[in-house]
């Protein structure tokens, strides 16, 4: 026979979009939500770790002015929650006994009622804590009304010590704020972690997390919870900011969270593509960038960040423009033009031929004599660079680059020529990967894309061969592999780690992979040198993977 519930809660959870180093606007977001929770009758609201300072706030947490900012902007909402409405749980930068900690506080009655400092600090990835903060000590539960919480903070989870120790101390209710990064694969990786601490505890659990885009990293919401027999009681969407009230009940054999919302997540592609889309939408709204300039080639990289970018921002921000030379084919013109049209962004044609035989001319007494080879092509490259950064000075959008991970990983790009810009949405994406999401986004968007619906991608754009045109009849298999070869050694390479000798006991060219291996060393000194990008798979260029440039290593077949 089931008992009757003893007692109840509700509890808010805020899946919110913070700003590093927007102290201000971080805490005017938790008065909002608050606010909002208040009018539906909360008793408690908890936010996604450090939402105060915003995160990763990286080194900016040693500063510290910042870190008395962060104290201050806790101190005044604790004041605040005075007024009888939701005691909040808040992720802050936090001084104690001159250590700097990652640290969730809770605020009721006017004043700071308890706080907790996070254990275990990652430190592989893209995750760096060690570098800035000192971990806590072993946490119990803090009370709260009469029950007993657990508040680990994201990686505390990701091992059993801690909330074995917050069990075997009592706690009743598990609330999780967490920092966690988008990946595709984290979404399974957390629910299984998560239920793991559900069974080793028989507690409930509710995972909080952070949304938006934050330099390269793209944080996914998906926030959920999970009751103590391990179903799945609430489930945020993900990519979307969210606020909502969950219903706790305390029966004989514990406590439970009432079933709400199970929002459905988007996975796979079209994660990918909202996740570009949130990570270039949000570098250019904190930025404060007006809008976004790309050259549009009429090729199928910059068509897709066409669309991202229309997506992300509406057209009225993307300006397009073709940048013509005398290898530039009539079908890339108008696949070019197709794209503008379909998506409703300006479309403006600039030739470069003034440009680059200026540059010819003025370099003619040097290379007199001399025949002509990549040099020559990469001035068609650095002129169009150079034309799109005086765009972006003159009219104050930013540059955005459109080069895929295939060619990051090989080289195949020219540094201060197409390399320019301030941001990559496709960085971490291979060029087959590129092909997909085309065809998906003639079909299909995401929710809230600003976007035209249906084929904004000319179904040409997506068949024809891929071609640089920087000299007659060139393809991009002229100097690569095939793409869907290329990219299976990169995969192995690079997410991987895998030795060049395993890859060809799997059937691959051993001449190819080590090409390749060796085209992947030796463009270092390019990828350092390359705009930030959204990070979709488990290593990204950047934070991920941190190889030396001056490095001899080659592996024999």
Known sequence: MISAPVDQLLIAFAQLNPVVGDVAGNAGKVRAARAHAGGQGADLILFSELFISGYPPEDLVLKPAFQLACREAVEALALETADGGPAVLIGSPWVEASKLHNTVLLLEDGRISALRHKVDLPNYGVFDEKRVFSPGPMPGPIPFRGVRLGVPVCEDIWSQDVIECLA???????????????????????????????????LPLAYVNQVGGQDELVFDGGSFVLNADRSLAVQFPNFQERIRITRWERWADGWRCEEGARAPLLAGDEADYAACVLGLKDYVEKNRFKGVVLGLSGGIDSALVAAMAADALGPAR??????????????????????????????????????????????????????????????????????????????????????NKS?????????????????????????????????????WKPAGALGADGVVIPENIIVKPPTAELRENQK??????????????????????????????????????????????????????????????TRNFGRDRRYPITNRFRETV
């Open 407 to 443: 060619e990051m990983s090989t080289g195949y790009a020219t540094l201060y020529g197409d390399m320019n810009g301030g941001y990559n949405p496709l960085k971490d994406l291979y060029k087959s990967e590129v092909f997909r999401l085309c065809a998906l986004r003639n079909h």
């Open 168 to 202: 075997e101390t009592g706690a009743e209710i598990l609330l999780i704020p967490n920092g966690s990064p988008y990946r595709r694969t984290v979404y399974d990786e957390r629910m299984n972690v998560a239920v793991a601490r559900v069974v080793e505890s028989g």
């Open 318 to 403: 993307v300006h397009c423009v073709m940048l013509p030379y005398r290898y530039t084919s009539n079908e890339s013109l108008s696949d070019a033009a197709g794209v503008a049209e379909a998506l409703g962004c300006r479309y403006d044609i600039v030739p470069i031929a003034p440009a680059v035989e200026g540059l010819e001319a003025c370099l003619k007494p040097l290379f007199d004599g001399l025949p002509r080879d990549v040099t020559e092509e990469n001035l068609q490259s650095r002129a169009r660079g150079t034309i799109l950064m005086s765009i972006s000075n003159k009219f104050g959008s930013m540059v955005v680059t459109t080069g």
């Open 476 to 537: 991009d298999q002229d100097s690569l592999p095939p793409y869907d070869v290329l990219d299976a050694i990169l995969e192995r390479l690079v997410e991987q780690e895998r030795s060049v000798q395993s890859i060809v006991t799997e059937g691959y060219d051993a001449t190819t992979v080590a090409r390749v291996e060796r085209l992947l060393n030796i463009a270092e000194y390019k990828r350092r040198q390359a705009a930030p990008g959204v990070k979709v798979t």
